[in-house]
């Protein structure tokens, strides 16, 4: 659809929300306008709290849920965040049934008119899902890893900036300003991505966690496999056998393992095939501490890419280029 088109239809929408909303009389943001309090948004995993943090700034409390460092795909939250999950007016999730126990908690415990809104659902069709060797389609679990492919991280701060316009109506405008800035600096991120992914001689990429299935669609790299199997124990012998073989065979300079799951098979996997075996990406553990600007959505892609690149031969320049920053004060507690 072409652009305007697209922005003139959701100003039509917009127009009968409106409308619908002049019309009703008690809807349930009354308590927000009347009394000008600030919302209480709970999010799960690092990358998706900044994303949030990104749009709302300071004007809503944002709290994480998933401690960084710790396996997401297996996290089961504390009876103890049913205390903030009945407080939130709305959760942020990722979806594509990433964080189940935290969902069933969120709805057990929600308040009246707060909602659970799935970022990564709302943003994929689910013929656009991606099933694979850690994520098969026979366990219902597609690949959740939408936020690694910035242009589907764009579509989560949309939905974040729409929703929270909904919810917060005052502050609407401050949303919207700061979800341009953060699509502007998507754009330049997308840029620097590409000019530096030009210089790979082969993008193709082995990964023990399997976080990248839709950014190698979008930016056109070759996933070869991954290690991790859906149960997150290591693959039998014969795998790690037939995986080395292909090492070898597609002559990829690097592999890569994640620093939250340390691997000693993709290790040997490395050694056994006489490649390089980097063992630092992070999919949902944001560099540096929370208060550093590295702590971001944008600082975790910009390390993930600078390190494929340089390990894979190419030259990232470009990705180093892009100055970290987010485009709004973060106030987001994250869970350490
Ligand atoms: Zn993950």
């Not at 008690?26 to 995993?45: K, M």
């Not at 389609?137 to 764009?154: V, Y």
Request: net charge negative.
């Amino acid at each position: 659809m072409a652009m305007w088109k697209k922005a003139a239809l959701v100003g039509l929408v917009w127009m009968v929300a409106l409308a619908g909303a002049a019309c009703g009389g008690d809807d349930d943001t009354g308590a927000l306008a009347a009394g000008g309090d600030r919302l209480r948004i709970a999010t799960t995993v690092a990358p998706i709290t900044s994303i949030v943090a990104n749009i709302v700034g300071d004007r809503a409390d944002v709290e994480g849920i998933v401690p960084e460092g710790t396996n997401s795909h297996t996290f089961e939250p504390k009876p103890s965040v049913a205390e903030l999950l009945s407080d939130a007016d709305v959760v942020y999730i990722n979806g594509l049934v990433l964080e189940e126990p935290t969902r069933e908690l969120a709805e057990e415990n929600l308040k009246d008119g707060a909602e659970i809104v799935e970022l990564g659902t709302l943003t994929l069709p689910e013929d656009e899902y991606i099933y694979d060797f850690s994520f098969p389609k026979s366990e219902g679990k597609p690949n959740p890893h939408l936020w690694t492919d910035p242009t589907l991280a764009r579509r989560y701060a949309e939905i974040v900036k729409d929703d929270m316009s909904k919810r917060d109506a005052d502050n609407a405008d401050y949303y919207a300003a700061n979800y341009d800035k953060f699509s502007d600096l998507i754009d330049e991120l997308d840029a620097a991505m590409r000019e530096s992914f030009a210089t790979i001689p082969n993008r193709e990429l082995l990964t023990y966690h399997d976080a990248y299935a839709y950014f190698a669609k979008t930016y056109d790299w070759k996933v070869i496999g991954a290690i991790q199997v859906s149960d997150f124990e290591d693959p039998t012998p014969a795998e790690v056998a037939d995986l080395i073989d292909q090492v070898k065979a597609e002559g990829v300079p690097a592999i890569f393992g994640s620093e939250v799951f340390p691997s000693p098979v993709l290790e040997q996997i490395g050694r056994e095939a006489g490649v390089k075996y980097v063992d630092e990406l992070r999919d949902d553990d944001l560099p540096g501490e929370p208060g550093d600007v590295e702590h971001s959505w944008l600082g975790l892609m910009r390390f993930d890419y600078i390190t494929m690149t340089e390990a894979l031969g190419g030259e990232a320049s470009a990705l180093k280029g892009v100055e970290l920053r987010n485009v709004a004060p973060d106030t987001a507690k994250y869970p350490q």
